[in-house]
């Protein structure tokens, strides 16, 4: 009997141990993509390899043309209003005032694998979305030659559900399916229809089921297997408007709060916790780390509802300051979008703002011709005036200082926030730089620090701009209108073994079973 209970005990924390480490590694793990911006080097780089330079207008960076054609797009993304699906979208930013051909009008893209055997897909990237889409089974798409586009070295890609085995129609039966109502029978698949008050914008087909592939890492940066997940997905057969003309023709990813984004389908199957994060360079390009719940020196703040909903990422400043003055009567309520390049706050806090601004400048302000912001000032390199700092005040005397509330352009500075057309801010990409934004949906709140976005995680998605990266597995590459082709002969390299890693979830039920069994042999044996 000693001996019966001594291996009891000893199984007992040795289950106990695994248990721990599993529920830890778990809670560490992260995925990982990178964020391509429209005006990045990256995507330049590729034009110039093309030859295509001078077919398509590309503004030089930070020049009052660069700075012109953001704006433009904040504005006109402002203007974009969703249907009855959801409440409230900035989709596709694109402008109407300058025009650059059929190319790429998002802020950013990610290379994305899908399905069995997979193909890669450069979507773009919206937080205030839920649904990842994709061009499939055309009826009506965007062009998906590259010779349409000036940023691409190859064709895009179509999806179509028949050929990937890891596909699964979604029917109307499904609790996920929101149009079950326009069905006529539960069996029949499940339509899905997303449609814009404005531009006649609208992406529509059916929702299906199939995996995307990410690159996974643990706490301590170690890239560990690929990861295969399931992601519910939209077909989309038939796109308009903006859409149609290019903006985002190998579809969007929504990492919006609702239960059919993908940060949800992969929190709901156990490979990350409910979180992901955002990071920028200067150069405006980044990362995203999805499970990434941010350090524990973060400060943060809880988003809030709309109508008793967490439908978007809205937040409450509690007020502004400018340099040591903070000013009353500056409390709003600001959306936190990535996919806006400029900050927007409510007319009267834009007022208070700017006029503190100029009164601590203490410089008069000059008119830069054709740079959309009114507060500029004339300036050399050596002749720089002290230019104040900025900050937002949030609950619990949490803070969030911006790191250059201008931009410095040919011999002069410009204050580079605008007045919001309503009574809600924008926190855009201009205030996100040089921090690790943290969207933890599972506390709900938002988390910020410091950070240099540097390469701490590898990422593994599929590229269809036509540069070497590694297959998320070893399984055969498709392309479209030709046979199957093995990773060496598509130019890439299987990065690990081809099996996915087992569900973290998966992993600790089973030692919980273990720890039930054990206590089964005890009531037995001692």
């Known amino acids: ?26 809670k560490g793990i992260t995925l990982s993509t990178k964020l391509i911006h429209r005006f990045s080097d990256e995507v330049k780089a590729l034009r110039v390899r093309r030859n295509v330079t001078g077919s398509v207008y590309w503004p030089e960076k930070r020049s009052m043309e660069y700075y012109s054609l953001l704006l433009d797009s904040d504005l006109q993304r402002q203007k974009m209003k969703l249907g009855p699906r959801y409440e409230l979208l900035f989709p596709a930013e694109g402008s109407n005032t300058v025009s650059l051909g059929n ?63 890891s596909s699964k129609l979604l029917t109307c039966s499904h609790q996920l399916c929101e149009h079950s109502s326009k069905c006529k029978s539960p069996s029949q698949q499940c339509p899905y229809s997303v449609e814009y008050y404005s531009e006649n914008t609208s992406s529509s087909g059916l929702l299906i089921e199939d995996v995307l592939y990410f690159a996974s890492n643990d706490d301590l940066g170690a890239s560990n297997a690929s990861v295969k997940a399931p992601v519910l997905m939209g077909c989309g057969m038939k796109q308009s408007g903006g859409y149609l003309e290019g903006i985002a023709p190998d579809g969007l990813m929504g990492l919006g709060p609702g239960k059919i984004s993908v940060p949800s389908f992969l929190a709901k199957a156990g490979f990350i916790q ?25 400060q943060s703040t809880p988003f809030l509802t709309s109508n008793g909903n967490y439908t978007t990422y809205m937040v409450g400043v509690e007020g502004c300051c400018i340099g040591g003055s903070c000013l009353k009567q500056t409390r709003f309520k ?10 927007f706050l409510p007319e009267d806090v834009y007022e208070e703002t700017v006029n503190e601004f100029h009164r601590q400048v203490n410089s008069t302000i000059s008119s830069f011709k054709g740079y959309p912001w009114k507060y500029c000032y004339e300036s050399s390199s050596q002749d720089l005036p002290k230019i104040p700092s900025m900050k ?15 931009f410095k352009g040919y011999g002069g500075f410009c204050l580079a926030i605008q007045p919001a057309d309503g009574d809600i801010g924008i926190i855009g990409l201009n205030f996100m730089s040089g921090y690790r934004m943290v969207f933890d949906r599972e506390n709900l709140k938002l988390g910020w620090s410091r950070s240099k976005c540097e390469d701490e995680i590898i990422w593994v998605p599929g590229n269809p701009l036509g540069t070497a990266n590694p297959l998320p597995t070893n399984e055969e590459q498709r392309i479209p209108g030709q046979h199957a082709v093995s ?38 044996t001692l």
Not at 279 to 296: L, M, T
């Open 1 to 26: 009997m000693p001996a019966a209970r001594s291996l009891f005990l000893l199984l007992l924390l040795l289950a106990a141990a695994l248990l721990a480490g599993t529920e830890a590694a778990q």
């Open 103 to 165: 190319d790429f009008g998002w802020l950013h893209y990610t290379f994305i694998d899908v399905g069995t055997p997979h193909v890669s897909f450069l979507v773009a990237v919206d937080t205030g979305s839920d649904l990842l889409w994709v061009p499939c089974d055309c009826l009506q798409c965007a062009p998906l030659s590259a010779s349409s586009y000036a940023s691409l070295g190859q064709d895009l890609n179509e999806y179509s559900p028949s050929q990937s085995s």
């Open 274 to 298: 409910d979180s992901f994060s955002l990071c920028f360079d200067e150069e405006d390009s980044g990362k995203i780390y999805f499970g990434d719940q941010g350090p524990h020196a973060q």
């Open 334 to 343: 600001a959306l936190v979008d990535s996919g806006t390049s400029f900050t």
């Open 392 to 406: 937002l005040l949030f609950a619990m005397n949490n803070s969030f200082l911006v790191h250059n509330p201008v």
């Open 487 to 524: 990773p060496a002969v598509a130019g890439r390299a299987p990065l690990r073994p081809s099996a996915a890693p087992p569900s973290p979830l998966r992993a600790s039920h089973l030692i919980k079973l273990l720890l039930l069994l054990l206590v089964l042999f005890a009531s037995r």
